[in-house]
């Protein structure tokens, strides 16, 4: 694209009252040879007509100096066939100075100060603007707009019916001979309307039966997904028989060793050893996206002996109590144990949730039910009944068969026929035994992603989602901010393996996932990313002569996008990109790189940073910002007029994974006496949204510090540091804070070579 500049200024919201705009105009001009012009007000109808004035003339890249570009992105959208770089010098240049008190003099450099830090920050915008090029959307040539759903519970059958009532065709896979998972085992569930207090039927019939003559869905029982290959919108489904290892539903081709197809080298199965899979090589079934609805089983309470579980019969856990009151009546006495009890005993059992506490209230009307004089006790830590279900709560309270209590359940031991159950520290003040004929243990629901249902995706970096133990098991990239999204682009998770959830929230959760589903595949039909940066039409691209497969990228894509060759080539797959650029930080080459965020532009603009020499007042900081947290936490800090030092320059950068460790070595040769890199919690809470991208940059952080000793300059001249977006109120000492230690080390002592 043959560009053609203009940069604009606007003078609103108080902008041309702290600063001299005439004199910042002159840096555009003069130092970055752009046209530049003023105005009152860019974002209202009159600034943008002005800016289309010149649109219409021919001007193609624009650089608009104004509010932060998180707000006005449609006021300064002027189409996908212009480039528009936006300079932040509302929220972080002239908010970022601190009110004077009434009757209080302002700093005698502040506005000096101003101007140098808006100077820096046009600047680096036409920077930008000069080395960003259009982006070209990756294209596949054929989008295929079908959806395997794998899982024919009730969570995969929503899925299935969601998906098909919006017009796509859905594949659901389920490994027993019948559809309808846990749920067929069901009697009753909860309520889901007013007044929030009577068990219902359980839908799960009725619903098998929707899926079964839905022309739209081909249900295959008994059948596994045996290898997936490819990316969204062009997976490859091999499917075969539930619970072997080489039998395919499609007519055999070629036999082949799976260890050659996914990985070289040897395989081992964690349960049985060294394994020669022999598969057949059938024509893969082509797919868009998949939803994943492999559920959850019961968690595993064995190792609570002194509550008797796998000793003494009839201590059994909630999913067995279920079963067997559906099969018939239930016994006349039932204590219903809530947590584990034992020296912590505040402590639930793993995986327990506000479900197991529904789950027992429910179970214990079934005692009051088929026996005349049935009663039920539930002994509780914690009773968890979220919203309407306060009254489901309420209402088995009110029941004379059901006691409950506050309790640490001590011991369960055989007493004559029946069980002795002991409980300490009672809401009732005392210490009870209580003899029952049954007690019930609440195992929790445990995510069915870990090994034993890996969805075997034939990708570099194995089968299924890396870092699994680390999360417990779910397969969520970010369970806050993105529900339903994966570890691996096109994949989503929903009902039981994504959380503990009711059937109710299931149907809703399934509902959720179709639509990310094919969202995935529209947006993949339209090369543009899914999510977080939804409509990113960038990718990275490499420039594989330079490549010395040294394998970084690929091990470090936090989304398994990357394939490689037997020499260790990259091989990418951009409809699996989620853009973050890990990649393009972990390449000690540079040679990766998005048309609009790359290691020279990033470089560039660190350059176009004027370094003030030999004036402490003036040192120079810069600060990598995550633009998912962090930035906007700056400019919630500018809007509060919080204060930050004048000495900072902050610069957007799509994950903390993306900082190349050249952009730090780039700051301190060109003069810079400090660099701090600003983004999400990582480790148990983490808050990356790109899931390991913070953490892989802190680790990074600490190697550039060796460099930096050899180099005679402190480590401590550049740090990392978290923060989460509710946290805003803690920027100014973060950055204050480290301005100040750099102004105690002094002037970074090769400023000026
Ligand atoms: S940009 Fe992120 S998701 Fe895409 S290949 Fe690079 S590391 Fe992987
Ligand atoms: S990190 Fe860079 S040099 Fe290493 S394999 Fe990837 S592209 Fe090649």
């Not at 990239?477 to 994949?491: A, D, K, L």
């Not at 260790?568 to 409809?575: Q, R, Y």
């Not at 000492?733 to 400023?751: H, L, R, Y």
């Amino acid at each position: 694209m043959d560009k053609n500049y203009c940069a604009y200024i606007c003078a609103g919201c108080g902008i041309g009252d702290a600063l001299d705009l005439e004199a910042l105009s002159e840096v555009v001009t003069g130092e970055m040879s752009m046209d530049c012009k003023v105005h009152d007000c860019l974002c209202g109808a009159e600034g943008r007509a002005f800016i289309e004035a010149d649109v219409k003339e021919g001007v193609n890249t624009v650089v608009v100096g104004a509010c932060s570009p998180r707000v006005m992105a449609n006021e300064f959208d002027f189409g996908k066939d212009k480039i528009t770089v936006r300079a932040n010098l509302r929220e972080q240049v002239i908010w970022t100075e601190v009110k004077p008190a009434e009757g209080e003099e302002p700093h005698a450099e502040a506005a000096e100060f101003l101007a140098e830090a808006a100077a820096d920050y046009m600047r680096m915008a036409c920077t930008r603007a000069q080395k960003t090029e259009l982006a070209e959307p990756y294209q596949l040539e054929v989008t295929n707009k079908i959806i395997l759903v794998m899982g024919g519970g009730l969570a995969g059958l929503t899925a299935a019916k969601e998906s098909a009532a919006a017009g796509y065709d859905v594949i659901l896979v389920e490994k027993e001979d019948n559809l309808g998972g846990k749920a067929l085992g069901w009697r009753k569930s909860f309520p889901t309307k007013a007044p929030w207090t009577d068990l219902e039927e359980n839908p799960i019939q009725a619903l098998v039966a929707e899926v079964v003559n839905n022309s739209r869905i081909t249900v295959k029982t008994a059948t596994e997904v045996a290898r997936i290959t490819g990316s969204p919108g062009d997976f490859g489904i091999s499917f075969k028989a539930a619970g072997t290892k080489t039998e395919w539903d499609a007519p055999a081709k070629v036999t082949v060793d799976e260890q050659d197809l996914i990985n070289k080298g040897e395989k081992e199965d964690p349960n049985e050893g060294l394994q020669k899979y022999t598969e057949i090589n059938s024509e893969a079934t082509k797919v868009g996206s998949v939803v994943l609805a492999t559920g959850w089983k019961p968690a595993d309470v064995s190792e609570y002996e002194h509550l008797g579980h796998g000793k003494l019969t009839n201590v059994v856990t909630n999913a067995e109590f279920e079963k067997i009151s559906k099969l018939g009546k239930v016994p006349a006495t039932v204590a219903f144990v809530q947590s584990p009890g034992g020296k912590d005993n505040d402590n639930d059992f793993p995986y327990c949730n506000s479900v197991t506490s529904m789950v027992a209230l429910k179970q214990a009307q079934y005692v009051c039910e088929d026996n005349v004089d049935g009663r039920a006790f539930i002994l509780y830590q914690h009773m968890r009944t979220p919203g309407s279900m306060e009254l489901f709560y309420k209402n088995t309270q009110n029941n004379d068969g059901i006691f409950l209590t506050k309790g640490c359940v001590t011991q369960v031991e055989e007493n004559g026929g029946g069980l002795r159950v002991a409980v300490e520290d009672t809401l009732l003040g005392e210490d009870i035994t209580i003899d029952v004929d049954m007690v019930v243990l609440a195992a929790g629901m445990e995510p069915v992603t870990l090994h034993e249902n890996s969805i075997n995706l034939a990708y570099r970096q194995g089968p299924a989602f890396n870092d699994l133990d680390l999360f417990d098991g779910y397969a969520d990239s970010h369970f806050i901010c993105f529900p339903y999204e994966t570890r691996r682009t096109g994949v989503y998770a929903c009902g039981g393996v994504r959380k503990a959830e009711t059937m109710e929230e299931a149907v809703d959760d399934a509902t959720g996932a179709a639509l990310k589903a094919i969202q995935c595949i529209e947006s993949a039909d339209r090369g543009v990313s899914v999510h977080p940066r939804s409509g990113d039409a960038t990718y990275p691209e490499f420039f594989m002569q330079r490549c010395t497969q040294c394998k970084r990228c690929t091990e470090e894509c936090p989304f398994g996008a990357l394939d490689d060759d037997d020499n260790g080539t990259p091989l990418p797959n951009p409809t699996r990109c989620r853009r973050c650029g890990t990649c393009m930080g972990a390449c000690p080459e540079r040679i990766i790189g998005f048309k609009d965020y790359n290691i020279d532009l990033i470089g560039s603009m660190v350059k176009a940073v004027e370094v003030p020499e030999d004036d402490d007042d003036r040192l120079r900081i810069v600060v990598f910002v995550c633009e998912n947290d962090a930035y906007p936490a700056i400019d919630m800090a500018g809007m509060k007029r919080l204060g930050l030092s004048h000495m900072v320059r902050f610069i957007p950068v799509r994950c903390l994974g993306s900082v190349n460790m050249a952009w730090i070595r780039d700051a301190l040769s060109a003069g810079m006496d400090g660099a701090m890199l600003l983004g999400c919690t990582y480790g148990d809470d983490y808050q990356c949204h790109f899931v390991k991208g913070s953490e892989i940059a802190n680790k990074r952080m600490e190697n550039i510090g060796d460099t930096l000793s050899t180099l005679g300059l402190e480590p401590e001249r550049c740090v990392a540091n978290q923060i989460a977006i509710t946290d805003y109120d803690k920027i100014p000492k973060i950055i204050n804070d480290f301005v100040d230690e750099i102004v105690e080390m002094g002037p970074n002592p090769f400023k000026g070579f």
